[in-house]
């Protein structure tokens, strides 16, 4: 059965309520006639809540599992003859943000041949209808918020992100070229070559190397004694001098050293490089400067890991957060359980009996597609964490337990199986997650009902006793540091295992722990003691001591003393809703605390409003002002409004905990984090990515901005437009020109253009100066060849702009009649 189907929304706020009506059509495009009865056609539909509603007599929807749905007939539906349509409206809960809001990843399921599905082979998702007024709107918006940013001559720009703690130029050239001599202390041999490699990118040759000094055109790597990670620049006309107590500062030296060079060098090989003379002395404010990806809901193969890796480095990002499982995907092979990866992960049909797991995020029928399946190889894993730590990024593997555990749950079902089908009852017992009769009921956050391990079973520790044996191995045979171990912890919704036997049981023997929902942090001490053992440290989400009482109630903080004991190290995240001051509540409580709060660090948010710019909406847009702007030991501050946008009532935050001078210190750092959901495609990652990347390195490099310490709020304002002029041209201007060619360039995300109608004219301005914006009059589509806006436009007509990078990628096309 080949079919097409179209997708639009009707309504948002349906019903003056907090819920959408869409309509589906779905068009017989084969020769033969669609049944009345006997078939499925299955979609995914992402955070609207499993309870759809169709609005036809001729159709039903009915959930699945998680975000997985499918259409049937009712006994009203009327066959459709080749060509004809049907019509489905819907309601589900939330709004409608942007086109990723479509359901996706259509197949169609005869019952009389359940083990085959058929992919439907034509999708529309109609685009929202924007009125010439809603456009006119959103181009002044956009103009009013970049009015304050100033254009800045490139000549005055700082040439180094994140900013160090004292930079100074002193109007001098040192001329690198293949006669320049290498030297460095035998303790930064592996700098050095990195260093030479680096150079050899550029100039076409590596550097070469002398154990003397010459006394002229030489780098010098230098050992002196200074704080852990710091580092001192010293470039004069005759030699550059890096210098550092350990390889890190060293190869921190090297990024600076690469930042100051002219943007253009990256695009072509050059003769010889013109290198400014500088006096830079710097250290970071943060010892965790961490960015996290999530491979788990969609994968990403190992070159854009390494991708990714490097574009850390160049911003000196120091911890990658490698989120590795979770309810949709098992992306590392484990030794002796292979399950893992060929069920765990695998998504497509049939998904019945555990063969693999269920389509999810429109990842469609057929497996083995990206970016629904794939998984690490050992070799591949040990692969990036050689590159991780030649780069000073420490990495910090994710297994999610005990809940967001479906991947591993289907996999070691389908290996129980497996051994009771040969007859092997213990075997099959052995690394199994579940219980057979355990009848508890519960949905979990993205909708799943069976996606929590059994925390009183002996099994689900030896399986996890397994996977840190294992992962702990590949560390050692990669060389790669690993001090501790994140185990995930979020989001167990309530009600998994009340009516497991094995937890009745443990609760009766365990008198200690009150209810099945405690039994969380009896799971927690268990495996930190594990972890404890291998020399490693527990890690987790801030739900290991954060827990909520009944659904929908205020989160509360546990002072558990043998976890602020082994300093157990927490990620906080829910800062809304009421929990705002949670992260600072932990950190006063003694806890080490790295603030990853969701509605600043989250870069699977949606950038801005529009059909087109893919991201969650769900607690409002992160654009890179948003970072830019936080303030880590006070980020009352610049939380200005709540998540639907209106200001705080006053006084609102003089209720909260503060942070105090003990809490500080338990400040860890800053993450930014990359939920995988959206990105549905390869050009995602990074325009998700990037430049949000580079405001997160600032925040958690840089020291405290002026504009963050001054306690006049309109002085703060105007220091903090003059700052955040400099940011963003340095972005234009230096940046992300150079991220273009960078490690064979990145595909950042470029923002559209303002517009305001001023005296019969349009003025266009730019959230980055630096990166041009094209128009033409005729309404055709800008291009590198269309005039570049350089004062008002006077013509009249269909005015069409767009910004465009050097290489002709633009962001948004914008228009005004």
């Known amino acids: 059965m080949l079919l097409k189907i179209k997708w639009e929304l009707v309504q948002n706020q349906y019903q003056a309520k907090p819920q959408f009506l869409a309509a589906l059509v779905v068009t017989n495009g084969s020769q033969e006639i669609m049944p009345v009865s006997g078939w499925k056609l299955y979609f995914n539909l992402r955070y609207h809540s ?60 005869n019952d009389a041949t359940p083990q085959t599905a058929i992919s439907a082979n034509q999708v529309v998702v109609q685009p929202f209808i924007q009125s010439a007024q809603s456009t006119a709107e959103q181009a002044r918006a956009l103009f009013n918020e970049n009015q304050v940013v100033q254009d800045i001559p490139i000549a005055r720009l700082p040439k180094i992100l994140p900013t160090p703690v004292s930079y100074r130029e002193t109007n001098g050239i040192f001329t690198l070229d293949s006669r320049t ?14 260093l030479s490699e680096e150079i050899k990118k550029l100039l076409g040759k590596p550097l070469p190397r002398a154990k003397t000094e010459p ?31 350990d390889g890190t500062g060293i190869f921190y030296g090297i990024q600076s050293l690469k930042a100051i060079l002219p943007t253009s060098v990256w695009a072509n090989k050059q003769v010889a490089l013109s290198v400014p003379t500088v006096s830079v002395s710097d250290a970071p404010r943060f010892a965790v400067r961490a960015f996290m990806l999530d491979v788990g809901r969609n994968f990403q193969p190992k070159q854009a890991i390494l991708k990714l890796l490097e574009v850390m480095a160049l911003y000196k990002l120091n911890v990658f957060h490698f989120h590795l499982t979770d309810d949709e995907g098992w992306r590392l092979a484990i030794p002796d359980l292979p399950e893992l990866t060929q069920v765990g992960s695998q998504r497509g049909y049939p998904f019945s009996n555990n063969e693999r797991l269920q389509p999810s995020y429109g990842s469609g029928a057929v497996a083995g597609r990206l970016m629904g399946s794939g998984f690490y190889s050992r070799a591949d894993f040990i692969e990036i964490l050689r590159y991780a730590t030649q780069r000073h990024i420490r990495v910090v593997p994710e297994i999610e337990s005990p809940g967001h555990a479906r991947a591993a749950i289907k996999a070691m079902e389908a290996r129980y199986t497996a051994y009771m089908g040969k007859n092997q009852p213990e075997e099959a017992e052995r690394y199994r997650l579940t219980e057979s009769n355990d009848q508890s009921q519960y949905r979990s956050a993205q909708y799943f009902t069976d996606n929590v391990m059994n925390a009183a079973l002996p099994s689900t520790y030896r399986f ?98 043998d976890f602020i004991k082994d300093q157990v190290q927490l990620d906080a995240w829910w800062n809304m809703y009421g929990n705002e001051d949670i992260p600072y509540r932990m950190a006063n409580a003694g806890y ?66 503060h942070l105090t001078q003990v809490g500080k210190q338990h400040i860890a750092g800053l993450k930014g984090a990359l939920w995988s959901e959206n990105i549905t495609a390869d050009s995602l990652l990074n325009y998700m990515l990037l430049p949000r990347l580079l405001a997160l390195a600032e925040r958690a490099w840089a020291a405290d901005p002026d504009w963050a310490k001054e306690p006049d709020s309109t002085r703060a304002k105007k220091v903090y437009d003059q700052a955040w002029s400099v940011f963003v041209n340095t972005l234009g201007k230096r940046e992300l020109p150079k991220l273009d060619f960078y490690n064979g360039g990145y595909s950042y995300r470029i923002p559209a253009a303002g517009a305001m109608l001023i005296d019969g004219k349009i003025e266009l301005n730019s959230q980055l100066p630096g990166l041009p914006i094209h128009y033409t009059t005729d309404g055709s589509e800008p291009s590198l060849k269309s005039p570049v806006y350089q004062s008002p436009i006077s013509a009249k007509g269909r005015i069409r702009w767009r910004v465009l990078n050097q290489k002709g990628r633009g962001g948004q096309v914008m228009q005004l009649n």
């Open 181 to 194: 001599t290498l030297v460095a202390d035998e303790s930064f041999q592996a700098e050095a070559n990195y």
């Open 215 to 245: 006394a002229d055109k030489v780098i010098v790597l230098k050992k002196i004694n200074l704080p852990k990670e710091a580092y001192e620049l010293q470039v004069t006309p005759k030699r550059i001098t890096i210098s550092a107590t």
């Open 464 to 561: 996890i006793e397994k996977v840190i044996d294992e992962v702990q191995r590949m560390y050692t045979e990669a060389g790669a540091p690993l001090s501790m171990m994140h185990m995930g912890g979020d989001e167990v919704p309530h009600g998994a295992w009340e009516k497991s036997p094995a937890v009745i049981a443990q609760l009766q023997q365990d008198t200690s722990v009150k209810t099945a929902k405690g039994l969380s942090q009896f799971f927690f001490s268990r495996v930190k003691t594990m972890l404890k053992a291998r020399g490693l440290m527990l890690t987790g989400w801030e739900e290991l001591v954060v827990h909520e009482p009944a659904p929908d109630s205020a989160r509360r903080v546990d002072v558990i003393s």
């Open 592 to 657: 080490p605390t790295v603030l990853a709060c969701f509605d600043h660090f989250y870069f699977d948010l949606a950038h801005k409003p529009g059909f087109a710019e893919p991201g969650d909406a769900w607690i409002g847009y992160l654009d890179i002002d948003k970072l830019f702007q936080f303030i880590p030991y006070d980020y009352y501050r610049n939380n200005r409004t709540d998540v639907v946008g209106n200001a705080w009532p006053s006084g609102h935050f003089d209720r909260k905990e």
């Open 50 to 109: 499993p309870n759809l509603t169709a609005l036809s007599k001729e159709l039903t929807i009915k959930n699945v599992n998680g975000e997985l749905f499918y259409l049937q007939p009712t006994l009203d539906f009327t066959p459709l003859k080749s060509g004809e349509s049907v019509r489905l409206e819907f309601t589900g809960a939330r709004r409608v943000a942007n086109y990723q809001d479509a359901p996706s990843g259509f197949f169609w399921v």
